[in-house]
């Protein structure tokens, strides 16, 4: 879509959403400044290096198959898929002092382990509870638009109708729920849940998972900001807006008031941040709008990235591995793949949900994971930690509670020149990475329409 003028876009955030948005715009011919308050790009998805030279991640990420529009954005900035990922085609479930198991995730690129894995397991997963699964997950086949129903029941509202079986909640649903939203079963939207079986249903052949070939810094974002500033996108580091200023008697914005005090103006401004930093920076006059006091009232999920070092290697697997009856709910070792230079295994941990943790301090957490994962791998609790990463984020998510999920705002705003992007708002990927870059996408044909009505 080439606009009919070109006006001046401002975007507030330099996560995935606001550089999927600025590539839009810059695409399409419009000046477009990004502002990133943090030394580096990529928002909750990015890598930065510690004072040890060591890469560092906000929290371990994966990569679906089924990631349509980040795979694109990686193939027009000129990153292949298979330069920056690898895919593993299987998970791994883990519980402490209790059975594993490894279940096959493709039936094309890994068809013994996925029959092997749906026929075996049985002490992981029995018979009866495979089967049961198939009521659970049967909902998933609808058209997306029929699944929100589902939004005001929660996964174990739905449990208890489709299934019951109490190994399907305890070694499937929950680690589930808790590794991909951070999230407990009981708050957890089962419209959520059944959307992530939708996605994988409808793409069968892409029901692959992925991880990154190093640090994601170096891999995306650095050859996203250089494709950004080839096209004349303009990108400031370390700029924090302040407020958004905004004008009664137009009721247009009027500019981004800069933590300093300058104020940046420009024809159409987009707000790329997450909901929660957003919220407070809503112009006094708009709080009480319904639109904008549904953001502020959109519920928070916390979540706890740990990175642990070992004086050895713990796992010989560079796939993912979800923990039953654990809040450390899903781990990777990145040692192989990742970050090959590591001397032991290096293990990237994400604790959720992290309510009861947020106040504990580093040692208490690390102690923690680690007497966890040794229970259920006792390679690791034999293992020196030689180096831990322990990062807090008090808001992480939207949290996918009954009526959340359809309760997201569009991209466009009841302001004219006020557009949001990010995973947070209404997209089919929920709070994820591709759920960013859709939100970045569906932004910038919402400017687009917008300036070609003449904005």
Request: proline share 7%; with cysteine; charged share 20%.
């Amino acid at each position: 879509m080439v606009p009919r003028q070109n006006p001046r876009v401002v975007i507030a955030g330099g996560g995935l959403a606001g550089l999927a948005c600025a590539k839009k715009l810059a695409e399409a011919g419009l000046p477009v400044t990004v502002l990133e308050s943090l030394p580096y790009l990529g928002g909750r998805a990015s890598t930065f290096l510690d004072q040890d030279g060591e890469w560092v991640e906000q929290g371990l990420h994966l990569f679906l198959g089924a990631y349509a529009q980040f795979r694109a954005l990686l193939r027009d900035i000129g990153r292949p898929p298979r330069e920056v990922l690898y895919w593993t085609d299987d998970l791994k479930f883990e519980s402490p002092s209790g059975p594993s198991a490894l279940f096959g995730t493709n039936p094309v690129y890994a068809p013994l382990r996925t029959v092997l894995g749906g026929l075996g397991n049985n002490k992981y997963l029995g018979p009866l509870a495979k089967l049961s699964l198939l009521p659970l997950l049967a909902p998933a086949v609808l058209p997306e638009k029929l699944l929100r129903r589902f939004d005001r029941l929660t996964v174990v509202d739905w449990w208890r109708r489709a299934s019951g079986s109490k190994q399907v909640l305890e070694r499937v649903l929950r680690p589930f729920c808790r590794a991909i939203q951070f999230t407990d079963a009981e708050q957890f939207s089962a419209y959520n849940l059944l959307g992530w079986a939708h996605q994988t249903l409808i793409r069968p052949l892409r029901a692959r998972l992925g991880g990154y070939r190093g640090a994601r810094d170096p891999q995306i974002f650095a050859p996203l900001a250089a494709y950004l500033k080839q096209r004349g996108v303009e990108i400031r580091m370390q700029v924090e807006v302040d407020e958004i200023e905004y004008d009664a008697n137009t009721g247009r914005i009027a500019g981004f008031r800069l933590v300093g005090g300058e104020l940046l103006t420009a024809d159409i401004y987009v707000v790329a941040l997450p909901a929660w930093v957003f919220a407070p920076k809503i112009p006094q006059p708009l709080r009480n709008e319904p639109f904008f006091a549904n953001i502020r009232d959109l519920p928070t999920a916390p979540a706890i990235s740990v990175q642990l070092w070992f004086d050895r290697v713990v796992t010989r697997r560079d796939g993912y591995i979800l923990v039953a009856g654990s809040n450390c709910a899903v781990y990777q070792d990145q040692s192989r793949r990742t970050y090959p230079y590591a001397q032991g295994s290096r293990i990237s941990v994400i604790v959720s949900p992290a309510d009861p943790l947020m106040d504990w301090d580093e040692a208490a957490i690390v102690a923690h994971v680690h007497a966890d994962l040794g229970a259920a791998n006792p390679q690791i609790a034999a293992a020196k930690v030689v180096k831990q990463v322990v990062l807090k984020h008090e808001r992480h998510l939207i949290r996918p509670l009954p009526g959340a999920m359809t309760r997201r705002p569009m991209q466009t705003t009841p302001v004219e020149n006020l557009f949001l992007a990010g995973d947070w708002t209404q997209q089919v990927f929920f709070g994820s990475q591709e759920g960013a870059v859709r939100g970045g996408n569906a932004c910038a044909r919402a400017v687009l329409r917008a300036v070609n009505r003449g904005l």
